[in-house]
Each structure stands twice: as structure tokens, then as C-alpha cells.
């Protein structure tokens, strides 16, 4: 291709072309082999005028500005996602470049794409069922994790209903994907400190009810991480309103105390800094101290032994000897 002439197409022509060759494409028409050519080529413009090749330096900021306006006035970045299955393999990879590279374009302090995005929230919830097909899941939650950056994004991902249907991706029998769904929802779960805090108290009740089945998978990796990240949540200090909830909840007691037995050693590890949570509490509820007491014996000769072999592990060791201390250290409280 020239380096002149063709290659110097306006954004304005570059995105029509690409509209134009993507409706195409959607269509299904005799004409779709030369539609998807034409996808590949135009998304090839737009990656190059963003990010520049081995010749050329990335477009001035006034070309990409215009290059964004296009996109959002002809609401392009929608139908790319929307039909992500149809591009190829190469095409795929690059509309996510694209689409992160305009999403962290920026204009002083503000993000213009970001602020087109919160008009258009079907591009994140287009993104999110992107996890049901295979082909474009990894894609999806390129994008996805990008998006979770911005707080105003990741506040209307948390809070549509789409957002449980993570409980469902992260247990696909797909490891990549479901690995890749975790990630993203871990990130929701936990990038904006108080966003997160607020959405777990408001929703407490849903979102635990979803999680107690994680932790009640049949799938190991799916009990492992998701026992892991409940730790992390709990020991988050602007977690304090959940984290009380949870630790005065006898159940969820019973189901650590069970998992301390579990056969897998890192799900028994895990599980070990949720428990201590529960022992730490200084202001146990009445059921919770009883299930305590009525195992204090087989407790302390249960933690006597466990994970002996990690000596190295000073902090691990440390707890562990507080949580006997502790433990051999209950007593009924007086109103008992």
C-alpha cells in the first residue's frame, strides 16, 4: 500500500468505510468474504493512526480526536462488539486495541470516551455476555478490564443485573475463559475501594447468597479462588460493615471450619485466613462463640498440627499461635 494516497484516508471515511463493511458483514449477504476483508483493512487504518507502525509515528492528537468523535457520533464501537464473532481472528485482537486505546484517551483531566460509554451502557453489557461465546470471551474481557479502571464504569457494571452472571462465567468448564472471567470480576470486586464496600453492603444479601456457591463448587480452581478473594474482601478495612456481617453469621463459621479439612492443603490455607477472622472478632455473637467453645478442645490440637512444614512462614506462624492463644482463652461471656 502506498504510504501516501489510499493510506491517508480522513477518520471520517476510515469509520464510515468500516461501518458500512461491518453492516455488511452483519447482513450475511453474498458479499461477506469482501466485507470481512474490508473490516480487517479499515481496523488495520484505525489501529495504525492510533498506535502508528514501524514507519509511522501514531496520528496528531487532532486526527485522533476526530478519529473518536467519528466513533461515537456513527456508534461504532457498539457494532464491533456486537458482531466480535463475525471479524477474524487478527480483527478481533484488533478491536480491543482499539477500543482500549480510545477509552484511555484523555482531555485534561476528563475521558471522553468514558463519559460516551455512561450514555451508552449496552456497550458494557454487550461486553459482559461477551463471556457466553467461546470465540470472543477473551476478547471481551480484555475490554472489559479496561473498563473496570474507571470507577463510572465499573459502578454500572456492578450494579446491573448482568453483573451476577459472573458467578456463572467463572465456573465455565472453559479454564481460560473462566480464569479470564474471575479476573475481571475480582477487579470489579475490588479496584474502587469504597464504590465496592458500598455496592457489597447495599447488596449483601444477593451477592453472598451467589458466593456461597462458589465456595461450595465442585470445581476446585473456581473454591480455591473464590475462598482466596473472600479473604482479601474481609481483611479490606473498608469492608468493615460486611466483614462483621459475615463473621457473625454461624454458618459461614461451620463452612471455614470445614474447609480447614478440606484435602486440597491450599484450600485448607485459604480457608485458615477467613477463620482467623472469626477468632480475631473481639465482640463474638452469642452463636458464634458457642460453636467456638463447644470445639475448643479439638480446635487448639487441630491447629497444633496444622501446616507444621511451613516454618519459613514467620506472619503464618504468628497467627497461628495467636488464634490458639486465643481459642484456649474462651470463655462463656457473662449473659451466657
Known amino acids: 500500500m502506498p504510504l501516501f494516497g489510499k493510506s491517508q484516508k480522513s477518520p471520517a471515511d476510515v469509520v464510515k468505510a468500516l461501518k458500512e463493511a461491518v453492516n455488511s458483514l452483519e447482513k450475511g449477504d453474498k458479499k461477506a468474504e469482501k466485507a470481512q476483508e474490508d473490516v480487517s483493512k479499515n481496523l488495520v487504518l484505525i489501529k495504525n493512526m492510533l498506535y502508528g507502525t514501524s514507519d509511522a509515528e501514531p496520528q496528531t492528537d487532532i486526527i485522533v480526536a476526530q478519529l473518536a468523535q467519528e466513533l461515537y457520533n456513527s456508534n461504532l464501537l457498539l457494532l464491533l462488539i456486537q458482531n466480535l464473532n463475525r471479524i477474524d481472528f487478527e480483527g478481533k485482537k484488533d478491536v480491543a486495541q482499539v477500543f482500549n486505546n480510545i477509552l484511555r484517551r484523555q482531555i485534561g483531566t476528563r475521558s471522553p470516551t468514558v463519559e460516551y460509554i455512561c450514555t451508552k451502557p449496552e456497550i458494557l453489557f454487550t461486553l459482559m455476555t461477551g463471556y457466553e461465546h467461546q470465540e470472543i470471551a477473551l476478547n471481551c474481557g480484555t475490554m472489559l478490564r479496561e473498563c473496570a479502571r474507571y470507577e463510572a464504569l465499573a459502578k454500572i457494571m456492578l450494579y446491573s443485573d448482568d453483573f451476577y452472571n459472573f458467578f456463572k462465567y467463572v465456573e465455565v468448564s472453559t479454564f481460560d475463559i473462566a480464569s479470564d472471567a474471575f479476573s475481571t470480576f475480582k477487579e470489579l470486586l475490588t479496584r474502587h475501594k469504597i464504590l465496592c464496600a458500598d455496592f457489597l453492603e447495599m447488596n449483601y444479601d444477593k451477592v453472598f447468597n451467589h458466593y456461597q456457591r462458589l465456595l461450595n463448587s465442585e470445581n476446585y480452581v473456581t ?28 454458618d459461614n463459621l461451620k463452612l471455614m471450619m470445614n474447609m480447614l479439612k478440606e484435602r486440597s492443603r491450599n484450600i485448607q490455607f485459604e480457608a485458615f485466613h477467613v477463620f482467623k477472622v472469626f477468632v480475631a472478632n473481639p465482640n463474638k455473637p452469642k452463636p458464634i462463640l458457642d460453636i467456638l467453645l463447644r470445639n475448643q478442645d479439638k480446635l487448639v490440637e487441630f491447629l497444633m498440627k496444622f501446616h507444621t512444614d511451613r516454618a519459613e512462614d514467620e506472619q503464618f506462624n504468628d497467627e497461628k499461635a495467636y488464634l490458639i492463644r486465643q481459642i484456649r482463652e474462651l470463655r462463656p461471656s457473662a449473659d451466657h
Open 223 to 250: 473454591r480455591r479462588q473464590s475462598l482466596k478473594l473472600l479473604g482479601e474482601l474481609l481483611l479490606d478495612r473498608h469492608n468493615f460493615t460486611v466483614m462483621t456481617r459475615y463473621i457473625s453469621n454461624p
